[in-house]
């Protein structure tokens, strides 16, 4: 079975503070997805990665970064926490085109 | 325990009963659709797929059906178990252009009265 490991299942931060989510695939995929989820707001992706060091914006962006330095491992970074970035955090991984996404179960991040 | 989705269309089904799940996707050019379960404090979890050159799929107690016409997807759950109540979400790859970027429903909650 597919593993999607996120390093922490619950985050407590200050605003202005920089927030490192990390999330590892133990399945050789090569494309990796961070997503929130909001209630009412459903899923929606912020970054995703094709392969190692490759990065593209997902739907909401602003105010995140990621880094893929490894092909297991992409990290979520954000630059300067805010308390509208409070939320639940999940992060996918796939092997190919058409096929499942997997996902870890999630990181609950409350920015105060 | 934690929300998924504060004001999701919700299905209450007796123990036993089926159920259906409906979804309406939005991209006629879609040609890969997944169905998840999420349950609470959890990821979502992979339940099955289909492709467009089909129009019905079985698993183990679901089947999933495709109606390329009228762009809605559904998911039929067999002998619907308590272990079944979760957050229903379908999801569609929308930009092939764009590797395996999905696009989710907003999701429908099952809950499984005994």
């Known amino acids: 079975d597919v593993k999607v490991t996120q390093s922490s299942r619950y985050l407590v931060k200050r605003t202005g503070e920089k927030v490192f989510l990390e999330c590892v695939q133990d399945?050789?995929?090569?494309?990796m997805f961070w997503y929130r989820q909001d209630p009412g707001l459903g899923l929606r992706l912020i970054y995703f990665s094709y392969d190692v060091k490759m990065k593209e914006k997902g739907d909401i962006p602003e105010g995140y970064s990621v880094s893929r330095e490894k092909k297991e491992r992409f990290s979520l970074i954000l630059e300067s926490a805010s308390t509208n970035q409070t939320s639940m955090y999940l992060c996918?991984?796939?092997?190919?085109?058409?096929?499942?996404?997997?996902f870890g179960d999630g990181t609950r991040l409350s920015i105060l | 325990g934690e929300s998924v989705g504060l004001h999701l269309p919700t299905l209450s089904v007796q123990e036993g009963d089926n159920s259906i799940i409906n979804c309406a996707y939005s991209n006629s050019a879609s040609d890969y659709f997944i169905w998840y379960k999420q349950e609470s404090g959890k990821g979502p979890q992979f339940i099955i797929d289909i492709r467009s050159n089909m129009d019905k799929r079985q698993g183990q107690r679901v089947t999933v059906l495709l109606n390329k016409t009228v762009k809605h997807l559904s998911l039929q759950i067999a002998a619907t178990q308590p272990g079944d109540s979760a957050v229903y979400f379908c999801a569609e790859n929308i930009d092939k252009a764009a590797g395996n970027k999905l696009t989710f429903g907003g999701g429908t909650r099952v809950l499984v009265k005994p």
């Open positions: 399945m050789d995929h090569e494309n």
């Open positions: 996918a991984s796939t092997y190919r085109v058409n096929q499942p996404q997997h």
